[in-house]
């Protein structure tokens, strides 16, 4: 049985048209409504259509259109005819540049049946109309990760500056390393009756020399982990501004799809979990550089401590021995010092390493790393953004023949209008016979996929999910 009706509504004119009729729960037929302005065709390239119509207990119906030319195709069903009565009804039309354009009002006269078929009257609400109520928590969560990422770069800059003031204590050390052997030359020269004490204050003035240089390396070890701590902390900053980018960009598409947008938000929240922790450790790697710091400062002060026992031993030879024994104590106390900054040395270059794995995925640090870093998600969020953008993209009817030289696309989607068998290009593989006005679209693989062929000319929410399964 082939039944519809047709209908002329104006955008601007108040002409009055013909009203719809229907019987109550009447459903399963399709409605076309000719849009014009002033009484001339309305083109509706590129434009989404949505119906919508409010019954008499208040219950709304939103339902998407299937727009072509100037026509707008809705398919009847039960929930618009429930109620009984003349139902107001219009049609909002809206495009990518924010315009939105709604018809005039419409009449649907729906009589009552003389017998109740038990449906219950209920608001229906349309994919879109979903996607687009989304949109708010997209956009909050992605404010969320910007202002985390700054927040890591802030930490990050000052691990940095805590490391180049180490860099600096370091080489004062060297100074003082200087002075210890020039005053050890001069305690050997004039100590002659105690040239053996004296000799030993030389070589303790020497091991204060090395661990001081130790000190100082293991300073400048520290400044470079931390470096690099904050250059990743400044790579998962920006893996999350990016994230925060493809939010926004799943808002302006959400138009056309449905669900996938709290995705995108989960995404983008974890690229701002995974930022912090890159801040953290970040954050530890400057400690370990103060604390490396700290310690070539007491190396120096040992270093400077022998040169003045070096000088007493100069003074007199029976003094020499016990400036010799004092020199020998601030040698060992400065190899502690460059032993505990080699210790908080090392420090700084494994919380490098984690911030690194926080920031990348990479390094080792963590296990399963690779699927939970700033850069994972980011990507993520990345391409859910982009499957959104093309997940309802009507692309026309073609024949089979011309499928390998069309548009190709993520979310293309095209009605082949005969019959034909698959190649290697689809994901189900060759030899696959599929039959007339079949819709497939491309997948994210670049693969064709078929859709269920229900004559419906939206894409059903499983297949856009599909997109996604990669």
Not at 249 to 278: C, I, K, L, P
Request: aromatic letters at 8%; a negative charge; proline letters at 2%.
């Amino acid at each position: 049985m082939e039944y519809s009706q047709d209908l002329t509504l104006d955008i601007r004119d108040n002409y009055s048209y013909d009203e719809l009729y229907a019987k109550q729960f009447d459903k399963g037929y399709p409605i076309v409504f000719h849009i014009v302005q002033n009484k001339i065709p309305f083109d509706l390239t590129g434009v989404q259509a949505s119906f919508q119509l409010k019954k008499p207990d208040g219950n709304i119906v939103l339902v998407d259109g299937d727009v072509s030319g100037n026509t707008v195709t809705i398919m009847l069903d039960e929930q618009m005819t429930a109620c009984f009565g003349r139902i107001k009804f219009q049609i909002v039309l809206a495009d990518g540049d924010d315009q939105q354009i709604t018809t005039i009002n419409g009449i649907m006269k729906v009589d009552p049946s003389v017998i109740l078929n038990g449906t219950e009257s209920e608001s229906e609400i349309g994919i879109i109309q979903k996607a687009i109520d989304a949109v708010p928590i997209a956009t909050a969560a992605a404010d969320r990760a910007t202002a985390a990422a700054s927040s890591a770069e802030a930490s990050s800059t000052s691990a940095a500056t805590s490391a180049s003031q180490a860099a600096t204590t370091a080489a004062s050390v060297t100074g003082y390393v200087d002075d210890a052997r020039r005053y050890a030359s001069n305690a050997e020269a004039s100590a002659t009756n105690a040239s053996s004490s004296a000799s030993s204050a030389s070589s303790s003035a020497s091991n204060a020399s090395n661990s001081a240089s130790s000190a100082s390396t293991s300073a400048s070890q520290a400044s470079a982990s931390a470096s690099s701590a904050q250059q990743y902390a400044t790579n998962a900053q920006g893996y999350a501004n990016t994230a925060s980018g493809y939010a926004d960009s799943a808002g302006a598409s959400a138009t056309q799809a449905s669900g996938y947008v709290d995705t995108v938000v989960a995404a983008a929240s974890r690229a701002a979990t995974s930022e912090t922790n890159a801040q953290t450790y970040a954050s530890n790697a400057s400690d370990s550089a103060d604390d490396a710091q700290t310690y070539a400062g007491n190396a120096s002060t040992s270093a400077s401590n022998a040169s003045i026992s070096e000088l007493n031993a100069s003074a007199s030879a029976s003094s020499a021995r016990s400036s010799s024994e004092s020199a020998s104590a601030s040698a060992t106390s400065a190899a502690t010092s460059a032993t505990s900054a080699e210790t908080h040395e090392s420090n700084a270059l494994q919380y490098s390493k984690y911030s690194q794995s926080y920031a990348v995925g990479t390094g080792g640090a963590r296990q399963g790393e690779a699927t939970d870093n700033a850069l994972y998600y980011y990507e993520l969020a990345r391409d859910i953004a982009h499957g959104i953008e093309g997940a309802m993209m009507p692309m026309g009817s073609i024949p089979f023949a011309s499928l390998a030289t069309a548009d190709k696309q993520p979310g293309y989607v095209y009605c082949i209008t005969d019959a034909f068998t698959t190649d290697n290009t689809f994901e189900v593989g060759a030899g696959i016979d599929v039959s007339a006005d079949t819709s497939i679209y491309c997948q994210v693989n670049m693969k064709w996929a078929i859709m269920g062929s229900d004559n419906s000319t939206s894409i059903p929410l499983s297949d856009i999910r599909s997109l996604f399964n990669h």
